[in-house]
């Protein structure tokens, strides 16, 4: 797999190798597809739309992964956060942290907490209490999944190199009566050229925060039939990582991308997703000639 990089908040960076109605896609986001997938069965987790907010339901113990694909031909830039925690810092979430950056059109799914630049902790769904961001005291935000895309600022344009005509005594004569004009040793936009490293894997950086808002400030306060689900500081796995640079277009992230989390059991209890509608029971009325009810005759030929 092609490795991943993220960047910090200068410029320097590390890569990772690294409803109610029903989305038929299952994937959110403008600039990039996210999705949530079940790492231990492989499924993409159905999204939901309720109260203006998009679900998935995840299934205690599960490992899971936020799977990204970079919609556009540029790099941008995905700054993930899990339960308020950005993903790569540990730290509370915030714009100006560091993320993940995506090469043009790249696909790449974050597994877990970033350990270093080889190792990560499986996201994995658990009992709130038990969760990262509750074991470390911040248990306010549990129960969603954050992704702020930045795109890429271009490279600013170099000016042509300055050309400065000698006296015409200096030049020297080319054979044709034309003097020949003395130019600079090299642009500046030339030797930035030849002194910049070959692009990286895919890189990530991360913001400052802006407006947060309780994880259960929109929901209906319902009593639930399980515990409010989380994510767990998982087993260790590999995960390779190396640095590049990204500068980013503008402050603010181009896109926020937040998907809420809980047990199905839950999400059906608050009213999040909807069971079918089962049809009523017919109880079974004995009949005295059960096989003469639908009287049938001859049909015509064609």
Known sequence: MKPRSLTLPALAALTALLGLAHLPAQAI?????????????????PVHYARGEYWVAGRPGARYAITVRNRLGER???????????????ETAAWDQRGYVFSPYERYQITGWRKSDSQV???????????????????????????????EQPPMPQPAPAITPEPYSQRRD?????????????????AGAAGAPAAPAPSAEAESSARSQSADSVA?????????????????????????????LQEQPNEIISIRYDSRENLIASGVIREPI????VPHVPRAFPQSDNLSYVPDPR
């Open 76 to 90: 941008v830039l995905a700054v993930p956060s899990v339960d308020g925690v950005n993903v790569l810092s540990g």
């Open 278 to 281: 089962a049809r009523p029971h």
């Open 121 to 151: 902790a499986a996201f994995e769904f658990s009992h709130i209490a038990n969760s990262y961001a509750a074991r470390t005291g911040r248990p306010a935000h549990v129960g969603v999944i954050g992704v702020a895309l930045f795109r």
């Open 174 to 190: 080319n054979g044709l009566g034309l003097g020949r004009l003395r130019e600079d040793p090299a642009s500046p936009a030339a």
């Open 29 to 45: 986001g403008r600039l990039a597809d996210v999705t949530i997938v079940d790492r231990d069965t492989g499924a993409t987790l």
């Open 220 to 248: 209906k306060a319902v009593p639930m039939p399980s515990a409010k689900l989380g994510t767990a500081h998982g087993q260790r796995e590999t995960s390779v990582v190396t640095h590049t640079s990204f500068t980013r």
